[in-house]
């Protein structure tokens, strides 16, 4: 009779499965699909969401441990972490599950869920399965260990990511009263860096501004400094680029962290003649974050006689005078940017405002 039972029940889904394909019907679990990108890496999850409708789900809908279902392959299957067909994530590079890395590429989700709230998360090489009733834990690709937690209820299962970062988030699976978190990581840096070797040795490999940019990528990323000012160097050259108020000042900062600052200055000195007054205001105000209110003080002086009539040009030879002491000097040039702010801009008028009364009580504006 069992043997029966279960011929009929099978019958019964490839019956139901054919009339789906003949009319469009609505599904009771309908498809639904969740990205998220962290860093450059996209990771993306196709699933089935099934309602609680009262039903009981922990132990009941979502049986313990494996079981055999009764139809397909497996006599010891997980659950399926959704409904109908796989539950199917998707890396575009390379990631790490409790520090053991996974492929890029797509995979079937499954899961062992046990009574005490711990929870096996499978990742299988077979993605195009019918749920979980062909599982085979020969093509297992990774498998983690997590634990359930209580949450908010959740009409419908749903998967959501949250605890985003350059470098991981947390994907999640919500349903009932229940949350089962997955981390996921992500070594961003080395995936940016291994892309950009191997787009600069392509036909960007022609164009200076990426070296600069893959430059400036190591430099504000702390990571290989040699490394940047190797690709700086490729960015100014006559062979493969050209001396620009931005390679030129990419490579000075370099070679400031690399405690070589008199050779950064001089290189300094080569790029003021080509900065735009935008270029030099930002040099003069990263000075002053540098501590060097002398130098700041020149590179504004520079600007302010190359474009007297710019705003924000008056208000950095105001930060220069501030950082040196001269106070009265420094409320003169800000009272000329307070006259130069164009019509309609909102968010400068009131902090040029605070900072002139700053300087009328003789205190430092930067």
Avoid: C
């Avoid at 009981?56 to 972490?81: C, M, Q």
């Avoid at 359930?148 to 959501?160: F, G, I, S, V």
Wanted: charged share 20%; no cysteine; glycine share 8%.
């Amino acid at each position: 009779m069992k043997k029966l039972l279960i011929a009929v029940a099978a019958l019964a889904t490839a019956a139901g499965l054919s009339a789906q394909k003949l009319v469009i019907v609505p599904d009771a679990s309908p498809r639904a699909g969740v990205s998220q990108v962290i860093g450059i890496t996209e990771v993306s999850v196709d699933y089935g969401r099934p309602s609680v409708n009262k039903r009981e789900v922990w132990g009941k809908l979502v049986p313990y441990g494996l079981n055999d279902l009764g139809f397909g392959t497996s006599t010891a299957a997980p659950w399926r972490a959704g409904a109908n067909e796989n539950t199917v994530i998707t890396f575009s590079t390379e990631v790490k599950l409790a520090g053991q890395p996974l492929a890029a590429g797509a995979y079937g989700l499954h899961m062992i869920v046990a009574e005490s709230g711990d929870v096996t998360v499978i990742f299988s090489k077979n993605s195009s399965a019918w749920g979980s009733f062909f599982y085979d834990p020969a093509l297992d690709a990774a498998r983690m260990q997590t634990k359930w937690e209580d949450a908010p209820h959740h009409e419908l299962l749903t998967y959501e990511f949250s605890d985003i970062t350059k470098d991981g988030a947390t994907l999640s699976l919500l349903w009932e009263n229940k949350r089962i978190p997955i981390p996921i990581n992500v070594d961003t840096d080395a995936i940016v860096v291994a892309g950009m070797k191997r787009d600069l040795s392509g036909d960007k490999g022609f164009d200076d501004r990426a070296w600069v940019a893959a430059s400036t990528y190591l430099v504000q990323n702390n990571l290989d400094l040699n490394l940047a000012l190797e690709w700086a160097d490729r960015g100014i050259n006559a062979r493969t680029g050209q001396p620009t108020f931005g390679s030129l000042s990419n490579k000075a900062i370099i070679l400031e962290k690399l405690d070589r600052s008199e050779e950064a200055e001089a290189l300094m000195d080569q790029a003021l003649p080509v900065g735009n007054a935008g270029q030099l205001h930002q040099y003069g105000r990263r000075l002053i974050g540098a501590k060097k209110p002398k130098r700041a003080l020149e590179v504004f002086k520079l600007n302010a006689s190359r474009n007297p009539d710019v705003w924000y040009v008056s208000y950095g030879l105001a930060r220069g005078l501030s950082a040196v002491g001269d106070y009265p000097a420094a409320l003169e040039a800000l009272l000329k940017a307070q006259k130069q702010v164009p019509a309609g801009d909102t968010l400068n008028p009131a902090a040029i405002e605070a900072n002139i009364e700053k300087l009328k009580r003789g205190e430092d504006i930067n």
